[in-house]
């Protein structure tokens, strides 16, 4: 469910939430990739359990590595990614899906942005941007699924990399740590919002997945025992993922960190694929192309030094992997035609076909919206979470996963009208903190964020606020919905 509406000056009046560039010089937070840090919060002493390796068609372990908030151009500009860009092949035609960060990371684990326009821990409204946190969290109800739900079927070893997450499975807001850069004091390196797969209760409340959520201390570990899983998705830290740095910054830590990995087996063999990519482009005034990269053994060598120009989105992540091993859909954006290309090799060597889209076509889709589209992450314009499309096709050959807890029968086409919960002084029911955490190893109930919420999500997929019809009305009254798709 994703069709855009614009209401007002409401998407004019959001400020970009991104904080500005300060002046760091790169220091490596550790001596190698491969080596534990002091530097980060806990030394790893678990290795990652993985089961044996499930053959794909094309690849056997698909990794995404994330840098921050930069237009296409500006990476290219860069010696680092462009000496990069020689070693596979680089997808000019990629784009970030909306705006801000975390929706564009939602997209890429659960299939759909859902409504949301903000970094907030909070899903806090466009007109109370800086609402306190008292109501924290987008912790997306534990029937909407996500890759992971997908990839277990089939029992596909997967995990993630947060640098700088202080220990497993930590589900707070940020973390700050040592200023190793500075030598003194103290610095936010870690953030939930470029955490894709905590923020849903599927993974975040099942203590055996949120510990499969690890930082780089657990990454030198997992590399010295051969133990990095199927599906991977690495998030470095708020310096080096440019996000408070620049493309400067960036290419001193590819030069430390991603090319030493890439020349290791243990990371990159020739049954590995590598996605490279940005969570959206910096400009917001400009669609959101930006450098997206293949690369690793499993890109067949005479793709290697060329260019691919296809319409590719954050989707197409989980159409490729899904055309990859065959797997169920979402049933979501992943399942759309004009946002879901997969990734040209693999859809040539799996029969699926393309749309014939290519990046600087003018019939592309804006994808640099932000704010305007209904959702259950969207307090102005809230909707129940849908059920997935129960009919869509996706790129993998097994139908749609459904939640054991899924109601089917709440649909795109059933949801009432949006309502904004903002006028009712209320918030979406799914900015609750969860409460849950994982400082031992093992769940429990933090008493800061108190007891597990009172949220009606375990039987249906949308158990939100009614809508009010009076607020409706006047909204329709008023035209102040414009629906654009
Ligand atoms: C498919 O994606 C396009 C482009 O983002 C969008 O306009 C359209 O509404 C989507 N379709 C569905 C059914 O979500
Ligand atoms: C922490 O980072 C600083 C800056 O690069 C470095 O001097 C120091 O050796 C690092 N500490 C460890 C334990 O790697
Ligand atoms: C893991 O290391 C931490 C210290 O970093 C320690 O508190 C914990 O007991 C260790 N756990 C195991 C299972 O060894
Ligand atoms: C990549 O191709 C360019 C020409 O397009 C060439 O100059 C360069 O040497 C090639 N790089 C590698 C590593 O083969
Ligand atoms: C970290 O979280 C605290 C609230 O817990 C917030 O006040 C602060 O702005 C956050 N910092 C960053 C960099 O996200
Ligand atoms: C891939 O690597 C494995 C293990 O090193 C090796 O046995 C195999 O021959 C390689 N395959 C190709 C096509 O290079
Ligand atoms: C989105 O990008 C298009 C094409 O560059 C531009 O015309 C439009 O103004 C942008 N929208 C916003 C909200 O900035
Ligand atoms: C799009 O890019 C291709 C090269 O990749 C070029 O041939 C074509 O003219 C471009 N089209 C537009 C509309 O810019
Ligand atoms: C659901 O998927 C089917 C099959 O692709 C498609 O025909 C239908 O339009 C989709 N429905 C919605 C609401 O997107
Ligand atoms: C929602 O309500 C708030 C508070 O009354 C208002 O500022 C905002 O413009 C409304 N949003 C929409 C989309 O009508
Ligand atoms: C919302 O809260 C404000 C400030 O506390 C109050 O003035 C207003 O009447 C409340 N509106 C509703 C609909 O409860
Ligand atoms: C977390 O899981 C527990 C046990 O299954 C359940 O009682 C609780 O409601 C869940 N919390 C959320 C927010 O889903």
Not at 20 to 46: E, L
Not at 119 to 129: M, Y
Not at 221 to 226: G, H, L, Q
Request: glycine share 8%; aromatic share 12%.
């Amino acid at each position: 469910m994703q069709s855009a509406f614009l209401f007002g000056t409401a998407v004019l009046a959001l400020v970009r939430s991104a904080s500005a560039a300060t002046a760091q010089t790169f220091q490596p937070p550790a001596s190698s990739p491969f080596a534990q840090s002091g530097n980060y919060t806990g030394k790893s002493n678990n290795t990652l359990q993985n089961g044996p390796v499930v053959p794909g068609k094309l690849f056997d372990r698909f990794i995404q590595v994330w840098f921050e908030n930069t237009n296409y151009a500006t990476a290219q500009s860069s010696p680092a990614f462009q000496n990069l860009s020689q070693y596979g092949q680089l997808l000019t035609g990629y784009y970030g899906v909306t705006h801000t960060s975390e929706p564009n990371y939602i997209a890429a684990a659960g299939g759909d942005f859902f409504g949301g326009y903000n970094d907030d821990f909070c899903a806090s409204s466009l007109s109370r941007p800086s609402a306190p946190l008292t109501r924290p969290a987008d912790a997306i109800p534990s029937n909407i699924s996500t890759v992971v739900d997908l990839l277990e079927e089939k029992n596909i070893s997967w995990a993630e990399y947060q640098e700088n997450l202080p220990y497993d499975g930590y589900t707070g807001y940020n973390f700050t740590s040592y200023d190793y850069i500075a030598g003194t004091g103290t610095y936010t390196y870690y953030v939930r919002k470029h955490n894709p797969l905590i923020i849903f209760d599927s993974i975040s409340n099942v203590t055996e997945r949120a510990l499969r959520i690890r930082n780089f201390n657990d990454f030198a570990n997992d590399m010295s025992a051969d133990a990095i899983p199927q599906w991977v998705f690495v998030t470095p830290n708020l310096v080096n993922d440019g996000h408070d740095t620049n493309v400067d910054f960036m290419g001193d830590w590819i030069n430390y960190w991603l090319n030493p990995v890439l020349a290791d087996e243990r990371f990159n063999n020739n049954r590995t694929l590598i996605l490279i990519t940005f969570d959206e482009n910096e400009v917001y005034s400009v669609n959101n192309n930006v450098w997206g990269f293949l690369i690793g053994g499993a890109l067949p060598t005479n793709l290697v030094n060329t260019t691919d120009n296809t319409f590719y989105t954050h989707y197409s992540s989980l159409s490729t992997v899904q055309a990859n091993w065959g797997l169920k859909s979402l049933g979501r954006q992943d399942t759309n035609a004009t946002v879901n290309n997969v990734f040209s090799f693999v859809a040539e060597a799996t029969g699926w076909k393309n749309n014939d889209l290519v990046g600087n076509s003018t019939a592309l889709p804006l994808l640099n919206l932000t704010g305007g589209y209904p959702g259950p992450l969207n307090n102005e314009y809230y909707v129940q979470f849908a059920a997935p499309n129960m009919t869509a096709v996706g790129a993998g050959t097994g139908g749609v996963f459904v939640a054991p807890s899924l109601n089917t029968a709440i649909t795109a086409a059933s949801l009432s009208a949006p309502v904004n919960l903002t006028a009712m002084n209320e918030t979406v029911p799914w900015a609750n903190n969860p409460g849950y955490d994982y400082p031992n190893g093992t769940q429990s109930y933090t008493t800061s964020t108190g007891a597990p919420s009172p949220t009606t999500t375990t039987t249906t997929s949308g158990a939100g606020a009614a809508a009010a019809p009076a607020m409706i009305l006047s909204l329709v009254a008023a035209g102040a919905m414009i629906a654009l798709a």
